[in-house]
């Protein structure tokens, strides 16, 4: 089909609901770069009880992605997510502008996780 990956189409406009600046740079395209999507804790969650599902949910995804050989991850997640990544001990960088989507305060971001897990 003429999908690929959701940021990767988002940039080549397939996606009406995502602009197609959402990355600074083109998308990645390499077997050690792997795209994690939804990477959000519902709000109906108390605050304490959503860092230790995202805590739960970012590390199982670095070890996943790490075990089938990629290096970094790369996704939307809430703009806020450097604080929650310091709280990891996990590196990411922002790839893209902070955008509202849907209602959400979202970024990319990619994720170095060789190592990490």
């Known amino acids: 089909g003429c999908y690929s990956y959701m940021l990767?189409?988002?940039q080549r406009?397939?996606?009406?609901?995502?602009?197609e600046y959402i990355?600074?740079?083109p998308a990645p395209v390499a077997t050690h770069?792997?795209?994690a999507t939804r990477l959000f804790v519902t709000k109906n969650e108390p605050a304490e009880r959503r860092l230790i599902i995202q805590a739960k949910l970012i590390k199982a995804m670095a070890n996943a992605a790490t075990q089938q050989g990629?290096?970094?991850v790369i996704g939307i997640v809430p703009a806020a997510f450097q604080r929650w990544m310091n709280?990891?001990?996990l590196s990411a960088l922002p790839v893209g502008p902070k955008l509202n989507i849907s209602g959400d305060h979202t970024q990319a971001a990619v994720m170095y996780v060789a190592g990490q897990t």
């Not at 406009?13 to 602009?19: K, R, S």
């Open 87 to 89: 709280r990891l001990g």
């Open 23 to 25: 990355l600074y740079e």
């Open 13 to 19: 406009g397939l996606l009406p609901n995502i602009p």
């Open 8 to 10: 990767r189409d988002a």
């Open 33 to 35: 770069v792997w795209e």
């Open 70 to 72: 990629a290096t970094h």
